[in-house]
């Protein structure tokens, strides 16, 4: 059982690239989110979705972008990476209700921006 | 995020000391969650509370929710190496299919 499936782990970028992190679920979930962790400020919610062809913006959504073509899959975009995109991102799903305690985390993608 | 504010930001103690982690929040608390996340990793799920009052244990950690549904702490007794990692609370505050979480709590222990 996979759980939740990020990719790549590690990232470098320049400035002005794009790039896409994957993620992927076989838990059937239909709630996913992104969040970035920078130091001190714990995990900032950036898109999230609640079922195939629904997403929305969180707390930091600029400068990203996802979409929900199928159940499984949420994957997220960075159109032209910024320095101020160096960040761990995370990707987690969820059954729907009680977030908090259905919210299972992949492992992370440490991406830096020069 | 600002909505959750976790103290201490880190936390150094020796082995076999009992420690306290607190998170606070200005909103009520719907549904409060503690996540271990051990160093490069994702987040391992500890404990919901969701009741006024409540308190839950796993082995040697405690957590607790106040009555008023706006702070809760966790707490370890006699902690040992295994223990070390980040701690984050997090929080359903009643915004619809959004979740909160606090700034994290590093936590080392001293053999």
């Known amino acids: 059982n996979a759980g939740v499936t990020q990719t790549p782990k590690f990232q470098v970028l320049k400035t002005g690239q794009s790039m896409t992190l994957q993620c992927a679920q076989d838990?059937?979930?239909?709630?996913m989110s992104w969040y970035r962790q920078d130091p001190g400020m714990g995990l900032r919610l950036i898109h999230y979705s609640v079922g195939a062809g629904i997403t929305d913006q969180g707390e930091v959504p600029n400068g990203y972008n996802v979409s929900r073509s199928t159940t499984e899959d949420f994957p997220l975009r960075l159109l032209s990476a910024a320095p101020s995109q160096t960040s761990v991102y995370f990707c987690?799903?969820?059954?729907?209700?009680?977030?908090?305690?259905?919210?299972?985390f992949g492992s992370g993608t440490q991406l830096s921006v020069l | 995020s600002q909505e959750l504010e976790q103290s201490p930001q880190s936390l150094i103690v020796q082995e076999g000391k009992n420690l306290t982690i607190n998170c606070t929040s200005s909103k009520t608390l719907y549904g409060l969650y503690w996540y271990k996340q051990k160093y490069g990793e994702g987040l391992i799920f500890l404990m919901m509370l969701q009741k006024g009052g409540e308190e839950k244990s796993h082995e040697k950690i405690t957590a607790k929710l106040d009555e008023k549904k706006q702070q809760s702490s966790l707490h370890i007794t006699a902690s040992q190496p295994s223990h070390a990692g980040i701690y984050l609370c997090g929080a359903d505050m009643g915004d619809f299919n959004k979740f909160y979480f606090g700034s994290g709590t590093k936590l080392n222990v001293k053999p």
């Open positions: 838990m059937n979930h239909e709630y």
């Open positions: 987690a799903s969820s059954s729907g209700a009680g977030w908090g305690e259905k919210l299972f």
